[in-house]
């Protein structure tokens, strides 16, 4: 059998799937990046390869995330894709005709329109990250309450409470201070969803013409309470896909299955790159006063590639 | 003679020509910072009043740069450069106004200040006056000014013409300083055609932009920027908004990108703005609107202090994607 890996590597989570050539997920793997995402993706990578075995032979690799450069060398990939398209074209093949996709990850957040399956339109938030999953984990840890049960609680709040959501950091205190009024616990949960809400319509999409279908997806979909704080805010029902944690996975993988029709072969490296030695080491270089923090990738002791440099001076014909 | 310092930025970008020309003609030596580096940053936020923009700040850490390298630094009063607007009241953004002081207060051991005012909303004679009062302070006579002024007016007019013909300003100061012929610019291999519109010294700096204009050459975009169009199509677009704006560069940009969101062959327009510009907030809405009105795929990118270009690449890759697929099924 014919598959396609997708590797997603976000600030937060590593997600790697395998898809069969109609699109339909075989394996997938949701792993935290904790920072160490060479480790993590040669964790997953031996993971589902040790699932799948010799029965799916894979004939095309894509890498996306924030880390798709550094990853699409680990595992030899043959296309290297954004995020805002790995997430729309993932959508588009498993909601037919979305114009809507509202995307909610670890530190991201953006809004997508298409029209007539094609991206006409998105945002993506600026420069803060206020009211994405590592807030939401934060407050969470901070009431102690298992980041998977908040959005049952959530559902169980009668009267929301207003919690401001523009800063997080005007989140907590108000969600501080409207427990020590004595507000429950679901009551205030449930305000702070509605206000995450809030904030990203305001924020990322601001202007933007929202219709229907819409797809919520990334790891903060998960979450019941922000979906029903999306359906109340838009007035329709969002649609979470069942693989919504790691669409972009399954876009980059689709973008491999495209990439590699044309070409008909694949830079794949194998599952098993757990053995290969992957290491960085990076040098101020001293050429000009610009100090750029230089990266070097070695690949069992051998330099494959260079990047941070702002002059190119540094780089490397490797891509 | 002197040695006569000149900021690499802010009006730099435009105006250099006319100023280098000027003083070279009086028999000195113009003294240019470096491009902008994370140094002349560091060393900018360290000056510049706190809320300051980025722009601002890197004004400051060049002017910084030129200290004990130059014997005056040469930051006029920029106010204005024509009468415009609704009450013909149209001035340059409020900071640059004070720019000489700004530097005064916070730049420690610096040269004197050449601070002349220009303000051209009289007439354009006034460009003389100030040149006038630039020669004075520097122990010219009339006549020998009025020889550097014309030279300094052939050269900008060279300048403005290769802008004209579609040549970016930073390459086109590259040329007028004979560090590159007109011949050897890359003009073949693009696919698509992009509009940037924004302040000159966040577009044309690669150090604040984190090299925006490379990227999307690398995605085989061809760039057009307001600072090529003719001051006549500029002020053509007033028309199509209720009212212009108070600052100059800003009605630059919003023209240019009224301008350009009318030209069937623009694929997109992208509106580059430094975090915190007050005027900003102003143009990037105004674009927005206008942008959705005419169909035209428009986005904006936000810059300050991060020297990370991974923010900026990502939006530009799934930009220039979202152009190619319009592209494609158009």
Known sequence: MIGYLGVDVGSVSTNVVIIDEKGEVIASRYLRTNGKPIETVQKGLYSVGEEVGDKVQIAGVGTTGSARYLVSMIVGADIVKNEITAHAVAASNVVKGVQTIIEIGGQDSKIIILRNGVVTDFAMNTVCAAGTGSFLDQQANRLCIPIEEFGDYALKAKNPVRIAGRCAVFAES??????????????????LCEALVRNYMNNVGKGKEILPPVVFQGGVAANKGLVAAFNKYLGLEVIVPKEHGVMGAIGAALLAREATKKTGQTNF??????????????????????????????????????????????????? | MAKIGIPRTLAYFLYFPFWQAFFTELGHQVVVSPPTTKAILDRGVEDAVNDACIPIKIYHGHVAKLIGKADFIFSPRLVSLRRHGDFGTETFCPKFLGLPDMIRVAIDKLPPVIDTRIDLKPGKEELLKACQETGDMLGHEGKEVLAAYKKALAVQKRFNQLLAKG?????????????????????DGFDLNIAVVGYPYVIYDPYVNVGLLKLLEKEKARVYTQDILSNKILNKQQKYIPKSLFWYFSNRAVYGGLYFMKQKDIDGIIHVTAFACGPDSMVDKLLEIECNKHNKPYLTVSVDEHSGEAGVRTRIEAFVDMLRYRRATR
């Open chain 1, 174 to 191: 108000d969600m501080i201070h409207k427990q020590q009024l004595g507000y429950n616990i679901e009551d205030i949960i449930a305000g």
């Open chain 1, 269 to 319: 490296k194998g599952f098993n790159i757990k053995d290969i030695s992957f290491k960085t080491d990076s040098f101020e270089c001293n050429g000009c006063s610009n100090a750029c923090e230089v990266v070097q990738f070695y690949e069992n002791d051998e330099l494959i590639a260079r990047w941070g440099d702002r002059c190119g001076k540094w780089e490397m014909s490797t891509r």
């Open chain 2, 167 to 187: 040549v970016l300003p930073h390459l086109a100061l590259d040329i007028i300083e004979g560090k590159k012929k007109e011949e050897d610019l890359n003009r």
